[in-house]
Nanobody, 126 residues
Framework: QVQLVESGGGLVQAGGSRRLSCAAS????????VGWFRQAPGKEREFVAA????????YYADSVKGRFTISRDNAKNTVYLQMNSLKPEDTAVYYC???????????????????WGQGTQVTVSS
């Protein structure tokens, strides 16, 4: 069982930066693939970024590529999402998700994750 807690959300001006954290319980978090997703009002939850166990593989949605960076510190059981050059269209609730993985895959589909955090709101003002 893994519990995920996101933090770091808030209000930021367009062009600014924000770092989100996803802290996990459990001693085997290094064996989990992790993803970040977001959901804006009235829209479906969408994939943002994913990282494999051991951070061997990383994948980004085209909409955030070059602006967002996902990373993990397994010693701290934490995955980060560094968001730079934020745009108003990045406004959403951001969720992290995790799934145990025996391989180095990255997972981009919401229904493939079985653990989710409660979400953290990011609002980008123009």
């Amino acid at each position: 069982q893994v519990q995920l807690v996101e933090s770091g959300g808030g209000l930021v001006q367009a062009g600014g930066s924000r770092r989100l954290s996803c802290a996990a319980s459990g001693r085997t978090f290094s064996s989990y693939a992790v993803g970040w997703f977001r959901q804006a009002p009235g829209k479906e939850r969408e994939f943002v970024a994913a990282i494999s166990r051991s951070a061997f593989n990383i994948y980004y949605a085209d909409s955030v590529k070059g602006r967002f960076t996902i990373s993990r510190d397994n010693a701290k059981n934490t995955v980060y999402l560094q968001m730079n050059s934020l745009k108003p269209e990045d406004t959403a609730v951001y969720y992290c998700a995790a799934r145990f993985s025996a391989t180095l895959v990255v997972i981009t589909q919401t229904d493939e994750y079985n653990y989710w955090g409660q979400g953290t709101q990011v609002t980008v003002s123009s």
